[in-house]
């Protein structure tokens, strides 16, 4: 096996993902014999073993989806009891490994999962045939389906902690999926109510905002009774909660946060919630408590598309941005640069730059050299005034090497040169292109 070449071990170990996966979706059926109750949980260890050592890229059949497939309301390909289910979820959060764990909140979030479903898994696994598994066939066997997972997210919610805050994301991504499910609808409502109890829920909010845009007819008024009233529940009341809503949530749009009745076009909308973002900006800025409770999230991947008019009104009110980039400096340093987006922070030189642009000047200066600062250098450059200084800038960035190529995009877009000449641009072009060579280049040396 040495002598086998690191790509041909990968292919043989995803060939073997992908019949171990099926044949275990064959398998793990109702436990009828000691033994093969013994062998049905044997069986999922092996395809958990494999999930949690697949690579996220992989996506050829990957055996995390055919877990999580097994723990679908529908063509779940087994015909396990729920009891069995909810016991294979709870031994996966309580592995030690990380990987293992995450495979048992993915495998949680496909079992509240209650639209769109599809299956890929053939119904067969050589001679034996076997059908797309246990549905339910009562509106109460739907009902105890999920009220049974929702216990189960109400246990893990009152541990706290991390585990926490990550059940309430995977609640919120489900919402709208049960809310459709009439029979559960007092069930989630209960379960929303329960999470609130002590302390915010902002994934919550959006949740039951898309639900009021999108889900309920105005003549469904039973329905549009729950909601409003839900909404009015779970809607932030103070200004570190609206924050994380309106900010900082996964995948938030304008439109999520407008109110229901408006008739506003998508462009007017974002407008609007930009103006707004930009007034929270300005309020952070004047509330240390609730700055320091929202700096981590300042280089978050998660947030909405008013992240830069925050940032800019966060620039342009709080009266020491130096002092604040100098902490979020620290933060960069101590994350992967793969979990970081300085959206936000974007935002941030924006708006300090067009109230103290010498002060910007000053931080621009240092930041061309910063061991930190000068991996993120031109997009936050291009938040500034492009004059000679920052042309000047630039070209050093070039020369130094201390800026990835990558960075350099950022010239590209919002017609970031405009201000510069022809033979500047032509000079950031030719550096550029050298640059590029030697890049190319390097692996052969």
């Not at 409770?293 to 941005?321: C, D, H, M, W």
Request: proline residues 3%.
């Amino acid at each position: 096996m040495e002598a086998v070449g690191e790509g041909a071990k990968a292919s043989l170990v995803m060939a073997a993902v992908l019949v171990t996966a099926h044949a275990v979706l064959a398998y793990w059926v109702p436990s009828r014999t000691r033994t093969r109750a013994r062998s049905s949980v044997a069986g999922l260890q092996v395809l958990v073993n494999f999930a949690a050592v697949e690579t996220r890229e992989y996506n050829q059949e990957p055996a995390r989806e055919a877990l999580s497939s097994l723990f679908h309301i529908i063509y779940s390909g087994t015909h396990s009891p729920l009891e069995v289910r909810r016991a294979a979820v709870i031994n996966l959060l309580q592995e030690k490994e990380d990987r293992c764990r995450d495979l048992g909140f993915e495998a949680l979030a496909a079992a509240l999962k209650a639209d769109h479903f599809t299956t890929h898994f053939g119904s067969d696994f050589g001679s034996r045939s076997r059908d797309y598994g246990w549905r339910p066939k009562t509106a109460e066997e739907v009902r105890s389906w999920f009220v049974s997972w929702f216990d189960l997210c109400r246990e893990i919610d009152s541990a706290k902690g991390d585990d926490a805050n990550r059940i309430r994301i995977i609640i919120a991504d489900a919402f709208r999926g049960l809310w459709g499910v009439r029979e559960i609808r007092s069930n989630l409502v209960a379960l929303s109510e329960d999470l609130i109890a002590e302390q915010s829920w902002p994934e919550g909010w959006l949740a039951i905002k898309r639900v009021l845009r999108w889900d309920i007819s105005k003549d469904d008024v039973s329905a549009l009774k729950l909601a409003t009233c839900l909404e009015k529940q779970l809607r932030p009341i103070d200004l570190v909660t609206e924050v994380k809503a309106r900010i900082f949530a996964k995948g938030i749009a304008a439109f999520d946060v407008a109110d229901e009745d408006d008739e506003e076009s998508a462009s007017s909308a974002h407008e609007k919630a930009s103006r707004y973002a930009e007034k929270l900006g300005e309020k952070v800025a004047n509330d240390t408590d609730a700055l320091g409770q929202v700096e981590n999230y300042l280089i978050s991947r998660e947030y909405s598309q008013t992240a830069y008019a925050f940032g800019r009104g966060l620039g342009k009110s709080y009266p020491n941005v130096a002092a604040l980039l100098s902490r979020i400096r620290d933060l960069i340093a101590q994350s992967a640069s793969d979990k970081i987006s300085l959206i936000p922070v974007r935002g941030l030189i924006s708006g300090w730059s067009s109230v103290d642009p010498e002060a910007a000047e000053e931080f621009f200066e240092n930041a061309i050299s910063d061991e930190v600062w000068s991996a993120w250098f031109v997009e936050l450059q291009v938040q500034q005034d492009m004059n000679d200084t920052a042309f000047e800038r630039l070209m050093c960035a070039i020369r130094d090497g201390r800026t990835p190529l990558w960075q350099f995009r950022y010239l590209a877009g919002g017609r970031a040169t405009d201000p510069f000449s022809p033979d500047q641009i032509g000079a950031l072009v030719s550096e550029l292109n050298k640059l590029d060579r030697m890049a190319a280049l390097s692996p052969l040396i």
